[in-house]
């Protein structure tokens, strides 16, 4: 048979991780990313791995700090609540310098919302949803088959810089089915002298903690983190243009939105519009140089997101609002039909032309 | 093809079980008779056959579905009218069983009722590109689950062995060994091989059976399209 099979985004997450070697998944049942779990728990077993549904989402995040602090590579998975819920963890992982992998199939918010897919936790997923001074590696995936190549890659950056990567999918990207291959996926391995594997009296021993008794010490931490932080900035940015050689309008829109940007495109070049695409694939770091080269091409930018303007702030500070943007948006669990982001590109080029 | 009054598709989740209830009851329409189809899925939140109430209304085809279904609403409530699927017996059934075993236990409230009436046949779905169910093995596993669950045995098996939009008739072929594998395994006919309705000509003198499937809903353009 062929070697792709049809999968479900959220599967595809799930035997991405197997195959990248994660053999340590906790979690909690939520919409829409519940798939994650069921899969683990029918693989896992399989493959002598642990899968164990959590009591809370708090438990399971809690579970991978302790799976991370052992050298593990570790997941966990959930939907924006239930990410509110990790929050505390998140930091603490971070705090600790920890790597590990974690989804958020976003519905609509806030509070208990919606089950439909949302893209309103991108705030959260980029500026740090816990306290204090932290980032995440954000991966934005927009096809079945990026779903399973960015969890790998998740995986590989989060032992690389020893942080947690986050998939910030949607509803959509995690129940659509689409076919996948697994084929070419590339585990890299790195040492963790770090972790605690038990010293056996021969070393000194290891420890892990976000608490640091005197202030000069936890400056230096949060600085040499933070150094960490700007060299992921130089080298990680990922982002894909699409039509953008000659565009005058630039659409910025990830997962699900470009993907129905991608056919407002193409109806616009149809009717004479040249729109392109700037789509990023890391949310954070942020494709801030791609953006300001645009700024000095294209008259006007258009923000297509699922969420009230988020992502719009960062559009705006990486073009130094050069240019204006303009938000194309649904919320509630609602999603921009290609026939509304057209419209929004006829009001950037100053009105329908045809 | 033998019709019965009432025909069940159940199945691993994501086989297509949804898509081809649609296209069935469609097809028993185009025949002249009066249908309802019932959405009896309460594990699935999106890609639901009430998507296609306007088709189906168009049609003359009765839509029963899950209280809450394409709501914001995480609740897997059935409707009273629901028992019309085994009260209405002037009307043809087609029922939509949620995936796997856990999408069955629905189907159980009404199986002692089909059982006795005892005109119906269930179907199994099966997907070979589908991850967990790679082989005639692993279907008949899910099988099993699943006629544990609702309390009704299969009695025929469905091949709808795809790739979505990748789905060359070669790909088809490919998967008529593993059904007749199963169909050895279980010792259930093979009732029909579904197939995308631009497969049909490719593959209408290899396959026994085809049923042509005109796509129930088409949500996303592949990407990227380039």
Known sequence: MAEKVLMKGNEAIAEAAIAAGCRHYYGYPITPQTEIAAYMAKRMPKIGGVFLQAESEIAAINMVYGTASAGYRVMTSSSSPGISLKSEGLSYIAGSDLPSLVVNVQRGGPGLGSIQPGQSDYFQATKGGGHGDYHMIVLAPASVQEMASLTVKGFDLADKYRMTSMILADGTMGQMMEPVSFEHIEVKTYDKPWALTGTRGKRKHNIITSLSLVPKELEEWNFSRYERYRLIEENEVMYEEFMMEDAEVCIVAFGISARVSQNAIRMARAKGIRAGMIRPITLWPFPKAPLAKAADKVRAFISVELSMGQMIEDVELATRCKRPVLLCNRVGGMIPSPESVLAKIEEAMGGDRT | ?226
Not at chain 2, 34 to 58: G, H, M
Not at chain 2, 134 to 142: I, P, T, Y
């Open chain 2, 1 to 226: 093809m033998n019709i019965s009054r009432v025909t069940l598709f159940a199945g691993h989740y994501g086989s297509g079980k949804t898509n081809i209830a649609v296209n069935y009851a469609e097809y028993l329409a185009a025949l002249g008779y009066p249908v309802t189809i019932a959405d009896l899925d309460i594990v699935n939140p999106y890609f639901r056959t009430s998507d296609s109430e306007a088709e189906l209304a168009a049609r003359g085809i009765r839509l029963l579905r899950p209280v809450y279904a394409n709501t914001n609403l995480d609740l897997p409530a059935l409707p009273a009218e629901m028992y019309d699927v085994v009260r209405d017996t002037d009307r043809f059934a087609v029922l939509d069983i949620g995936g796997d075993d856990r999408g069955a236990y629905a189907l159980g409230r009404y199986a002692p009722s089909i059982l006795e009436e005892n005109r119906y046949e269930m179907l199994f779905v099966a997907n070979f590109y589908r991850p967990l169910t790679r082989d005639a093995g692993a279907a008949l596993e899910v099988m099993r689950e699943i006629e544990c669950a609702c309390g009704i045995r299969f009695t025929a098996l469905v091949n709808n062995s795809n790739l979505g939009e990748e789905t060359t008739p070669e790909a088809v072929l490919e998967t008529a060994p593993e059904i007749e594998r199963l169909s050895g395994m279980c010792g259930l006919p093979v009732k029909m091989t579904t197939v995308r309705r631009r497969l049909v000509p490719a593959l209408a003198d290899s396959v026994r059976h085809l049923f042509a499937l005109d796509l129930q809903k088409k949500y996303f353009e592949s990407f990227p399209s380039a």
